[in-house]
């Protein structure tokens, strides 16, 4: 019984050894720096917007390279990114004029909220609040992304950012914007992207979101400074 029992305890030991070095690698593949959803998002049988739009921007039009991230809110990938790198990629690069960084939504079917909170976006953009509320979405992804229903989490995002609430709700509640999501999606699949976060860099596809010091290394690249 000894014999049985000490084997019974190095065989729990091996497995509660075996259970954390997989936990440990799931985390840290989760936070590795090329890290995306992969998953290839089908087309979805929305109308196409004709307005034009070509997403929300921030920095300078004169940048010498433009930025443009194809993303979904729901994306934990999308959200490492947010709060890890882009709070250093806005300060080194957007800020000082070299890059202007465009985002459109590229919400993957995999993702049940990701449409919507596309949709809560744009009515936040509608009144001046895109960005902030794309920080919230991202910035505070685990309190919605596992949540039954989520319209009420994102309306209270809106009012915590000054956006007047009427007028939200009626919005996030329409379809209005749903066609210029859709036309950002078709745009990406037209590109090649097929998960999130992808980036493309003057037009040039980066095959893994970078590192702010990655990014500032390209940027360098093509725009030395003086």
């Known amino acids: 019984m000894a014999g049985t029992s000490g084997g019974l305890k190095r065989f729990y030991y091996v497995f509660g050894a075996l259970v954390l070095a997989g936990a440990v690698w799931l985390w840290l593949a989760a936070r590795a720096p090329g890290s995306a959803d992969e998953v290839e998002a089908p087309a979805i049988s929305e109308p196409i917007a004709s307005d034009g739009f070509t997403g929300y921007s921030k920095g300078s039009a004169d940048a010498p390279v433009e930025v443009v991230e194809y993303s979904d ?3 934990p990938y999308c959200a490492q990114l947010a709060v890890v790198q882009f709070p250093d990629i806005e300060r080194r690069l ?3 004029g070299r890059v202007r960084w465009t985002f459109r939504d590229f919400p993957l079917e995999i993702h049940s909220h990701a449409r ?3 949709r809560a976006a744009q009515c936040a ?3 001046g609040r895109f960005w902030e509320m794309h920080d919230a979405l991202l910035w505070r992804q685990r309190e ?9 989490k994102f309306e209270a995002y809106a009012r915590e950012l000054g956006v007047d609430r009427r007028a939200f709700s009626d919005c996030i509640q329409s379809s209005k914007y749903d066609g210029r999501v859709q ?3 078709e745009e990406g699949r037209s590109r090649g992207v097929s998960g999130t976060p992808t980036l493309f860099v003057n037009g040039t596809k980066v095959n893994a979101p970078p ?3 990655e990014l500032v290394r390209i940027v360098d690249s093509i725009a030395p400074l003086q």
Not at 144 to 152: E, G, H, K, Q, T
């Open 116 to 118: 919507l909170a596309s």
């Open 125 to 127: 953009g509608e009144q």
């Open 144 to 152: 919605w992304a596992n949540l039954r229903s989520v319209r009420s």
């Open 211 to 213: 590192t702010a010091d």
């Open 73 to 75: 809110f729901q994306c």
């Open 183 to 185: 036309a950002s999606f």
């Open 94 to 96: 957007i800020a000082t």
